[in-house]
């Protein structure tokens, strides 16, 4: 059997399970609890991996700076996610209760925004142009935000739209994790630029997969329901492709502009939805974009880092959660 | 007519305003537009001023540095006023709608997060140690929140929970951004600790006065309704002061108890605390809090930036919105 794409940095990855354990540690015993539960409950770590293996790729030594960088993005993410949470009303995250549900809506603001300063500070005594990256992605997310937030419910949003959306969401700050681990290793311009749009790329082609399997996921493995971006009315990949569909597309343009989106209204679309070649599509995309990736990386010397690099970017569209 | 208070660093705060803008700046319009009309509406600006007077106050003689910190603190406070208006359900601020009110829930949350990390973004050139009393603050006015939220409607809330609420929530930021000012002008640690323990009290004088315009100041000087805690049920020094009042503190207290506040019951409220001596004590308590403060203050040599924070700290206890 194939090892798996991240064994060459498990070392690595568990340093920054204990660098969050330990830097989420406030004097209010539930306020560090709130940012462990969420920050501590999994998650697959792409982002610390993206920056630490992009180190070890360009030949840095120390691995202490990278997994304080990583630490930092990740705890960044995850005050992300749980305003993400607040706003999509979501109730299940990894298996369990969003931070909202389980605590309260203003305590969850509160923690989110604690957990950014923490990230922060994890960033305090590296170089300002990893924060440049990280405040630059910090940008993007929110634009993108503000992007799917005008789409929604907009049966005209096209696929441009989409890539412009997740862009900012989530493929800046792969990108940006990416090049900060290339740049305090000491690569070159051309790796840090060839890694940074690597991660961006394989970014796009997670996010594809994610809301695709939000289309057709098993909700047990997911650990969340299915479903739920339709019930926002988020405007993504598989919604765009079907409506295209001819036999369906004006059936499900019409479900997706309403606006009361019951359970029911889910069901049948993700029935209709089942019925176009919009998810083999989805996935075929997110392949492409993967290949297309895979060949930026041709600058990077061998190493057990970049194969690790192209086998993570593999895992992220070959996965069913 | 005595000058204001500010009138000796007016170059500078002019500075921070120019910088704040220039900082809020993003890709997406409405973004930038949303940052600004929170940041730039006006607002006292104490928190640049006690960390640019505590800098002079020390010797500092490059005002870029304590610009640059101060603009941080105030992005950093202001992004929190977002986070706060939506916990609170508050409408209006500083005259305006609040950004939640104007622009969506989402968006908000969204702007303020991404405050937070220019914020942080203008602290990247500095001294790791002022990150760290920032990230200190910030974890402060966290678990502030916190307790304010596990008080409210409680009656048996006393003057102790109270000091602990608004050390958090107000006192520790005017602390952190006070001691960053004096640590970068190189100043000791004994004036170093002056300065933060002088600003520590104001902040905790600032906080009473505030809550105490919210119960008899004009809606029409304060640019925002009155009674406001009352009607979220916060746990305020003139509430339980009222509570302890002999001939009314029991029925304060019911109304007080109350879940579900009408505007009826707010102003019935309003009415009581005014019938009890709870609103002199409050200003008795502010002033008092700021004579102490000002005795703090004998370590720092005599200069127009020391007189500066003396007039400021009696500024804040007089003051009518």
């Known amino acids: 059997m194939d090892e798996p794409w991240h064994s060459c940095i498990d070392d690595e990855l568990a340093s920054c399970e204990r660098l969050m354990e330990?830097?989420?540690?406030?004097e209010n015993e539930e306020l560090t609890e709130m940012c462990r539960y969420v920050v501590l409950s999994g998650g697959k770590r792409l982002r610390p991996s993206m920056c630490i293996l992009s180190y070890r790729a360009c030949g840095g030594e120390d691995s202490s700076v990278p997994v304080a960088i990583g630490s930092a993005f990740e705890i960044v993410h995850s005050a992300t996610l749980i305003h993400d949470d607040i706003n999509d009303q979501g109730e299940i995250r990894r298996g369990r209760k969003t931070l909202h549900k389980e605590?309260?809506?203003t305590k969850a603001i509160v923690a989110g925004d604690c957990m950014f300063t923490i990230g922060f500070r994890l960033l305090s005594g590296v170089k300002s142009e990893v924060v440049d990256y990280i405040v630059g992605a910090s940008g993007a997310m929110g634009a993108g935000e503000f992007v799917q937030k005008d789409h929604e419910h907009a049966s005209g949003v096209t696929e441009d739209d989409y890539m412009q959306i997740i862009s900012g969401k989530t493929a800046e700050l792969f990108k940006a994790c990416a090049m900060s681990g290339a740049y305090v290793a000491g690569g070159s311009k051309e790796q840090v630029d060839a890694l940074g749009m690597f991660a961006y790329k394989v970014g796009l082609a997670f996010q594809i997969v994610d809301d695709t399997l939000d289309v057709v996921g098993d909700p047990h493995s997911m650990g969340k329901a299915v479903g739920t971006d339709l019930l926002e009315g988020k405007p993504t990949l598989p919604v765009i492709y079907a409506m295209q569909d001819e036999a369906h597309g004006d059936e499900i343009k019409a479900?997706?502009?309403e606006p009361d989106v019951t359970r029911d209204i889910?069901?049948?679309?993700?029935?209709l939805i089942s019925m176009t070649d919009s998810v083999p599509r989805c996935l075929e995309k997110a392949r492409e974009i993967v290949r297309e990736a895979s060949r930026i990386l041709d600058p990077i010397p061998d190493s057990i880092y970049k194969r690790s690099l192209l086998s993570l970017a593999s895992y992220i569209v070959d996965r069913d959660r």
């Open 22 to 26: 330990e830097s989420l540690c406030f």
């Open 255 to 257: 479900l997706f502009e």
């Open 266 to 271: 889910v069901v049948r679309t993700l029935r």
């Open 103 to 105: 605590y309260t809506l």
